[in-house]
């Protein structure tokens, strides 16, 4: 697999998984009732969500089990980031000392309760998501497909309008990601 699609999955993965950790930690811990529910809320608090899920049931890229630890990774990194803000005297616009009050390192304890908190958040919604994709294999090898196309490692060269199966990737000639073609 090229190494620019390896990224991009590695990205997917983590943007999936965040996004829906990000809606359900927002919604249920965060919002108040002095925060306004307008559009720009909403889009920013909820539609990442429905559409990284909307992508997980129409894309053809796998779930691995073990791939929970890019989000975990990414998330720790953004704590590591939240500590070092901290330590730096950074402010929010409101002049208070963290990003977010769940993450406010003048109480460590809260703070790196809401880090566990979220590590095990992430776990759960990647074993749901692994589930999901579990699924739609299986909806689409019974109703549509009796032989599975992997998209991440087929070996089938497939002809450009050809597809007999799910496939993000047309063999090993996809123009998108040629290196020899420059646009």
Known sequence: MPNV??????????????????????????????MPVDPNNILIHACNCVFMFLDLIIVAYPVRIWHVLQPIAFGLVYCIFSVIYYAADGTDRFGRPYIYNVLDWNEPGKAMVTVVGTILLAMIVHMLMFAIYKLRVKVYLRYFNHKPIIPTNSTLQLQTGKCDGISMVYGNDNKAFSISERY
């Open 5 to 34: 699609f390896k990224i991009y999955w590695m990205l997917h993965n983590i943007t999936l998984i965040l996004s829906v950790c990000i809606t359900i930690i927002y919604w249920a811990i965060l919002h108040n009732e002095t």
